[in-house]
């Protein structure tokens, strides 16, 4: 964003910024946002008129009225609504996977996943670091300003966009990433030779064989500086290994996020303390309980609901009538399980966050419009739209880690803001229609800019 200044001398205020991106930006000055509405996930309450007071990127003051200090910067959104921006705290910003056409699947053993993730780990780096960049900016445009990264980024992707994007070299999200994703073996790329296997699969995974491994594991993503540690765990995991890992998680002050979606790698992930368990698909009541008694998150993927595969395959591929009935119905059985998973979830008082687990490339949208797409399915799945809005604000701040950096509009925390022209929590589609990005304090787009005028 250009100052009043370097507005007056545009063009040197344009070779500076191109020259110097570090250096040239000028004294932070007070931004005050106005808006028609604030909306707080966590009270549910709305504040209107609402105005939020911004300093040096963070939030000085929140009020319905506050005059603006000398010479500040005055946002005016008009009646829109504002809200805390969102957070994916499960994304692969490095990977969008095209679904191999039908006879081509039929032909490899984990044929959804494996050609594409093999093709982006083998393919080029720099390629794959261009395309994280890309989901990042998308991502942010869209209205979320923090993504948890969970693997899927070869050996330093997500670490090394956080610090480009920290340092202002590209736009996107805060990122938390995890770095290598800790698997055990058999899990991950089933169909590659043995022999050339491992030379490919180091590039994106740390093996877990035994407890010393897997702490092992955990402090070489300590030393690639990684936020926080993905385990995904199967019915090759051990308690004893996921629990070594995460004593050594905890030991460097990082969470452990465990992708566990059956009933027995879930039990696996609550037995060795996880922090956060990814997907848990298949959590029976008496797990729900156990993970709300550990303290332990749930991070609900509506991912698959509604449709998911017919929706992104079809546009591109040629589906057989016969897949077409067969995907419909056992996808409505699974929608079916997944409302009723959402119902336990709530009633259980677990508590629960939420995430895309976006590493899929559709057709005609945006990372950034796929993953609050993806989102909203937990609408449809029956969850209210202000639970909704608090599993991808406040919740996921708090399973995070990041409850006092971001996930509200309060004084401290960072001034990351999203609105909409409507009300997201009577209407949660507004969120497909974020019009008002700012993260950081800095305005990333306004459409509500040019309306106004
Ligand atoms: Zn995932």
Redesign the pocket.
Known sequence: MFTRSAKRSAFLGMVVLACSPLTAQSPARAILVRAGRLLDPRTGNILAPAAVLIEDGKIKQVGAQISAPNGANIVDLGGATLLPGLIDS?T?LFLNIVIPPEEERKRHLNAFFAPADLLAIVESPTKRAFLGAQNAREDLESGITTVRN??HSGIDGDTELRDAINAGRVPGPRILAAGRKLITRGDYLQNLNPALADAILQQEYLFIDGADRARAAVRQNVFQNVDVIKVTADENLTVAELAAAVEEAHRNHLKIAV?AAEKAAIQTAIDAGADSI?HGNEATDEQLKQMRDKGIFLDL?PTAYGGFFLKIMEPSIVVSPETRSARTESGGRRDKEYDQLVQRVLKSGVRFAAGT?M?WWYPRKTCGEASVMTFLNLRLAGMRALDVIRAITVNAAEMLGWQDKIGAIEPGKFADLVAVGGDPAADITELERVRFVMKDGKVVKNDFAAALK
């Open positions: 499960h692969h969970l693997g992708h990814e993927t687990d590493c």
